[in-house]
């Protein structure tokens, strides 16, 4: 190789800011310490029009880049539902960058191939669903949910009479998508990307905690004629609620609709016995879609598209060109479940935290996570002002600050302690609007994250929301 010695001071400079920033989470503030603006003016310089030495480039990167990192792998960090990129997932994912599989093809790529069709058959053991189903290795949640959507929608019309995949949408049989009202925002996206409308969709009513009704979905599937998509989800993305599959799946079935499920983190709640019974009935329906980067803990992108009849998988979404061999009967090629052709070789770190963590491990951090969610909320509850507004079944905890009143005011007052939250930086959390109103959200789902960083934090929140209820501006609004 040109450069050996220099390929290892370039390495070893990566290794020793990556450790240095990984052995900070827990002591340092849990948001960055500098905007995006102020970023911006650390990272914008005129283009080198000269060669940087590759030692010197990393080191300054992992300096600049310091003050402005997100807290993710933190240990108080509870915004957005993500993981915490696993320090085993990361080496792994390291020695993918390393290897530089492009991961079309098995035999091209034999070991990248190999440990995706490895991870694919542990992710449906893992989550118990069905074997024979195919696994695209994609970049998140919203590809996965695009690709099963992509299935969907090619096998219903084709179902019909009609192939989507020539022919187009021009002029098929319309398909009517039935989806709860609280879906999590990218499954819209997919549908607008798939040229089924974010708005032509028959919206079912949900109940207080975002799950939805089955009388009127049931109402909603019997008025269904022809082909037709059901959309249903395991976490709702605030509350954390589960769709009832026991009851969605017979009927989804009788009116032969394909049943989606958006599963991004709650269908990690089948890898563990105490959780298992929130997804029962969900191995009844035709693609899932969940992510490795949020609770597997993988790096980020990891996502997972599942699909129950591999070859609507495989036409919804195959490449195929004169110079790339076909797998023959019973061979998997990475590139047929998913949209991109050249791709990173995903499947490596999905393995690897599979394989650190076992089954017991995952089914022990999920187990964990929800503990921590539930001391957290007792916590919180038995603060006065402070109000729990859902059922603490997995992860998540919709807070609101303020005696309860829905108003502005308590908007207000919530958007306030926030604010006040994220300047103290021992804890970190966002807001969200849910039911109309403002709300601080909690998602115990990062892997430093133990009971006693928990209960540190829900001191952190009821200190700041004792301050935010003293201050005068807070009184008289
Ligand atoms: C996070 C999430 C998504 C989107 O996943 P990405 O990994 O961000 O692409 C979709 N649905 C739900 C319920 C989610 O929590």
Redesign the pocket.
Known sequence: MKGDKAAGRILDAAAVAALKFRKSIGTRPQRPAKSYAEMKSIFESPLPEVPGDGEAVIKELAEKADEGLQMATGPRFFS???GGSHIVGMAADWLTSAWGQNTANHHAAPSAAAAETAAAGWLLELLDLPRESSVGFV???????FVCLAAARDEVLRNAGWNADADGLFGAPPITVLIGDD?????FSALQFLGLGHDRVVRIATDTQGAMQIPAFAEAIAKVNGPAIVIA?????NTGAFDNFVDIVPLAKNAGAWLHV?????LWARASSTTRHLAAGIEGADSW?T?G??WLQTP????YAIVRNELAHRRAVTIAASYLPLAAEGERDPTHYVPELSRRARGFATWAMIKHLGRSGIAAMVERHCHVARVMSAMLAAEPGIEILNDVVLNQIVVRFGSGERTERGDQLTRDTITRIQSDGECFAGGAIWRGRQIMRLSVISWETDVDEGKRSAEAIIRAWRIVKQLPEARTQ
């Open positions: 957005w539902v993500v970049t998140g949640a919203t590809v996965a949910n879906a999590h925002t990218t499954v989800q395991t976490g709702q993305i958006d599963g991004a983190f709650g879609a992510d980067h949020k980020y992108d990891s996502g």
